[in-house]
């Protein structure tokens, strides 16, 4: 009688234990931000407002889900070699996740397969890579902002003319004819962005492309071949340009030309860009969302971590931008990143 | 003195126990009990308290953390009040020196603007516009952009539109040429004289909106925690993640923010437990607005509940300790106290228990040794007794057989015979031969009191022939009391005692005078002679022994008067009345049994 008390109390004790530890270790159901990530993102080049406000956007989902972020880009855009090195580094420091914007579709697929067998994820962010073991992509449309560009320039030209578009990609190596090689070394943005120009220009007869020029990331370079171009034709009416450094170039040229008979569709948005579109030396620009890019590559990183569902594919928009809407309060944040 | 194992104190049949029931008889023990139920009840206190202290903290914690979110607020909007109120002042310092110039284009006013700009490292232009929007002046000397679209950007509109200075929500300022800035605009419609006329303008002044954005990035609530700025409309004028906002991955719900100046509240429409707190700016109508998560105060929680649970643990191992120190200190003594009894219980006696510990412990303890020493006492008491009645019966035994008693009697005899007294030789051997057998009785201690008295009345009829008629004697008892039992053998030494030292010296004819009767249950029989008496010493000194009977039976008065001690209790026996010259009364006291009672009164005799 007396043990069986003995062992009641010792029972007591106990339920009264676990049910007092459990109460206090009730844990919210969040994503947790106790733990420390260590998130690798890897973009092509380390300059530009692009690129900077991507990082901004990273940096922002840095803080609110307490992700460590370490920031690599080579100097220029057309460096495959050096990114890829980025992330065999950023394997071999056995970061959580990498976030990469491939410079080039094929040339960083063999390195990404690499990381998914390091138990790596790879999300990849504005631009493809070729590889099936990327988790997720995170980025604009390039076809859809390709189609964007190419519509507002035929509109602007009234449905007819000779078009010139200035491209980049690592056609560098191979000058004039990125397209020919057996490899496509080209980046997958670039790609789809001119797939889309030139798919929609070619519902317009009177449209004609007559030539698609590929530059190295530097604006003498693409201020060059937008010269030789206008040389070259100079019956051109329409120039479509789609990246932020060929942008900047052949803005450059069309200003100092000061000729109102070309229009051009611009991509992204710096700040001269801007001062383009007010001077009316471009008529639009197509802007993508870097910091949305920037913020929701980390987001789904983390999320991906935590072996939550994610998306196959985020496609974060594109928009035109013209005089007119450029002031617009919702636009003044995407185009004029907030205080720099 | 070692007696067999368990003599005493026989071991309980259920001392030898299974060992489950030694296992269960083992958690029964003091140490176990004490140890658990010390505890168990500090542990359930311990816990008890720390609920309760979880709850207050828990409680204050939140308090706290609303309040200094609260504070923080409160100082964000001070500042910012403070940094608008000096942006209204300088705009009316502007003012004041461009309505005072008599011309707008004088250098003085370009110099005083200048001194103005670079008093303040956040005002990034001065300018005043023409009401259809065209440019007048301006410092530092810019030009103007193309297509600014100025007449319908806010600032504009809303200096035409009122009297009053007006500030403008945040945006780009795209008027000119260099730089794309985000400022805060304040305008008012002013008077300004140009060449001596007096027209109407707008003055615009630009301050940039970095001062704002830090002033407010710096708030800290918490890890995640933010604080935005919301325009009276319900605009955002400022949030550290506005992109997300306007990109549509971020959500504020600025309603409830809306209704109220002042205010504290807690918010989840957005999935999430956020506290908001509102206050408003009296200039500009902007509305400050914290947000604190409130998994970040769980976390304050969650981190004193870590220091309660680490708290508990070591609260628990201390009394673990404790307790188990404590109930060994008090049951270790009693342990010992146990292990010894358990060993006198076996047997040894002589274990000396000596145990220190607790009071009642030592109390115990000296008890037991004080019950042990008396125990001893008692064993020995026995064993003397049992060895006098031995002895005593062992004396009986000689005195029936006594040589000198036989050779005295015999040579009577003889002497009768030789004088051919035939009659009285035949009495004396008669008498000698019943006196024997009575004396023997055939091994039988208890005999009736009729063959006592027989027994006596024969030796004396041999001892009246002895001593040549020198005493009379007379017998007389009562009808009731000859069937009553006796032991044997019990007047014999105290008739002789009379004759050899009461009657044999006496001049006189003695008399011996036996009367046995019956009194309250008791039987008395009154041995009295009228011999020489004795001294009150002496007669003191034949009980406890002092005093030695040098001839007769050598059977001591001493000796009947402890066997029938012995065979009745203590309070029975012998006593005396003597005086010297005058003779001795010896009265014998017993209780009366009928034949059967003392038959097993014998019997237990015989077995001891």
């Known amino acids: ?340 | 003195m070692n007696k067999p194992r368990g003599y005493f104190f026989p071991l309980r049949p259920g001392s030898r126990k299974s060992g489950r029931l030694r296992l269960s008889s083992k958690l029964r023990s003091i140490q176990l009990i004490i140890t658990l139920t010390f505890m168990a009840v500090t542990a359930a206190v311990a816990v008890i308290v720390s609920i309760m202290l979880y709850g207050k903290f828990a409680n204050t914690a939140e308090e706290n953390a609303n309040l200094n979110m609260q504070q923080i607020i409160e100082q964000v909007n001070y500042n910012l009040e403070l940094y608008v109120k000096g942006m209204g002042s300088i705009f009316a310092t502007a003012e004041k020196q461009i309505t005072s110039t008599p011309s707008i284009d004088s250098p003085l006013l370009y110099e005083r603007m200048d001194t103005l700009m670079s008093s303040r490292e956040d005002l990034v232009s001065v300018a005043v516009f023409t009401p259809q929007g065209k440019y007048v002046v301006g410092t530092p000397g810019q030009t103007m952009r193309m297509n600014t679209g100025l007449e319908s950007q806010s600032w504009f509109t809303t200096a035409k539109r009122t009297s009053e200075i007006s500030y403008s929500a945040p945006h780009i300022q795209n008027l000119f040429k260099g730089r794309y800035t985000w400022v805060v605009s304040i305008s008012k419609l002013i008077q300004y004289r140009e060449n001596g006329e007096l027209r109407t303008g707008v003055l615009l002044l630009d301050f940039n909106f970095r001062t704002i954005d830090e002033l407010s990035k710096q708030v800290k609530l918490g890890k995640r925690g933010y604080a935005y700025i919301l325009d009276p409309l319900g605009n955002i004028v400022y949030h550290p993640q506005q992109q997300l906002i306007y990109a549509g991955l971020k959500y504020e719900n600025v309603e409830p923010v809306l209704e109220y100046a002042y205010r504290s509240y807690l918010d989840e429409s957005t999935g999430e437990k956020r506290f908001i707190t509102v206050r408003t700016l009296a200039q500009t109508g902007w509305k400050i607005v914290g947000v604190a998560y409130y998994d970040e105060i769980v976390t304050t929680k969650r981190d004193l509940n870590q220091f309660l649970a680490w708290f508990l643990a070591v609260v628990l191992v201390c009394v673990i300790a404790v307790s188990v120190f404590l109930s060994w200190l008090i049951a270790s003594p009693i342990r010992k106290l146990e292990r010894t009894v358990k060993q006198v219980a076996e047997g040894d006696l002589n274990t000396p228990i000596n145990v220190s510990g607790a009071y009642e412990v030592e109390q115990l303890s000296r008890r037991f040794n004080m019950m042990l020493q008396r125990i001893r006492q008692l064993m020995e008491q026995i064993i003397y007794e049992q060895e006098t009645k031995r002895k005593g019966e062992l004396e009986v035994l000689q005195s029936q057989i006594n040589p000198h008693f036989l050779y005295n009697t015999l040579n009577s005899v003889i002497r009768l015979a030789e004088r051919g007294k035939t009659d009285e030789v035949v009495t004396m051997i008669q008498s000698l031969s019943r006196f024997f057998r009575i004396s023997l009785s055939k091994g039988k201690n208890i005999i009736t009191i009729q063959e006592e008295l027989d027994h006596i009345r024969h030796y004396l009829v041999i001892q009246s022939f002895r001593f040549k008629n020198k005493f009379r004697y007379e017998i007389t008892a009562q009808e009731e009391v000859l069937e009553c039992q006796t032991i044997k053998l019990i007047l014999q030494p105290i008739v002789e005692n009379a004759l050899y030292h009461g009657i044999e010296m006496l001049p006189d004819e003695g008399l011996i005078s036996i009367t046995a009767g019956l009194q309250d249950g008791l039987i008395l029989i009154r041995v009295s002679d009228n011999g020489l008496g004795m001294s009150r010493e002496t007669v003191n000194g034949i009980l406890s022994g002092s005093v030695k009977s040098t001839s007769g039976s050598g059977v001591g008065v001493r000796n009947v008067h402890e066997r029938i001690g012995l065979y009745y209790g203590r309070e029975y026996g012998l006593a005396f009345q003597s005086e010297l010259e005058e003779g001795t009364v010896v009265t014998i006291v017993f209780p009366a049994l009928p034949a059967g009672e003392a038959m097993d009164k014998q019997k237990e005799e015989t077995n001891l």
């Not at chain 1, 092509?44 to 690129?51: A, L």
């Not at chain 1, 590929?214 to 990246?243: F, H, V």
Request: with cysteine; net charge negative; hydrophobic share 40%.
């Open chain 1, 1 to 340: 009688m007396k043990s069986l008390r003995v062992w009641l109390t010792v029972l007591l004790c106990g339920v009264l234990w676990i049910s007092v530890s459990s109460c206090f270790n009730a844990s919210p159901a969040y994503i947790s931000t106790s733990k420390t990530r260590n998130i690798h993102l890897i973009v092509k080049m380390n300059k530009g407002d692009y690129w900077n406000t991507l990082k901004l956007g990273a940096e922002a989902a840095a803080k609110e889900f307490n992700v460590n972020l370490t920031f690599k880009a080579p100097d220029s855009e057309s460096d495959i070699e050096e990114q890829v090195v980025m992330v065999e580094e950023s394997i071999k420091e056995k970061a959580d996740v990498i976030i990469l914007a491939a410079s080039s579709y094929m040339g960083l697929a063999q390195v990404v397969d690499q990381a998914a067998y390091s138990r790596i994820p790879v999300i990849s962010v504005d631009a493809e890579v070729g590889s099936a073991k990327v988790r997720t992509y995170v980025g604009s449309n390039g076809y859809e902002a390709g189609q964007k560009s190419a519509e507002r320039l035929i509109q602007l030209l009234g449905g007819y003319g000779e078009i010139g578009i200035i491209n980049f990609t690592n056609s560098s190596l191979t000058p004039d004819s990125g397209k020919t090689g057996s490899i496509d070394y080209g980046a997958r943005d670039a790609d789809e962005r001119e797939k889309g120009f030139l798919n929609y220009a070619a519902r317009f007869p009177n449209v004609k492309v007559v030539q698609i020029a590929y530059t190295s990331s530097s604006t003498s370079d693409a201020e060059n071949l937008t010269r030789e171009m206008l040389n070259k034709y100079p019956g051109l009416r329409g120039i479509a340009t789609l990246n932020e450094i060929a942008s900047q170039g052949a803005a450059r040229v069309i200003q100092g030309l000061e000729r109102d008979s070309v229009k051009m569709i611009a991509f992204d948005s710096s700040p001269s860009m801007m001062e383009s579109l007010q001077d009316g030396t471009v008529q639009a620009t197509v802007i993508q969302n870097p910091f949305s890019n920037g913020y929701l590559a980390v987001k789904y990183a983390v999320e991906a971590l935590e072996g939550m569902d994610i998306p196959e594919r985020v496609d974060t928009g594109t928009k035109l931008i013209d005089l007119e809407n450029m002031l617009w309060p919702e636009n003044q944040k995407l185009l004029f990143p907030f205080v720099r």
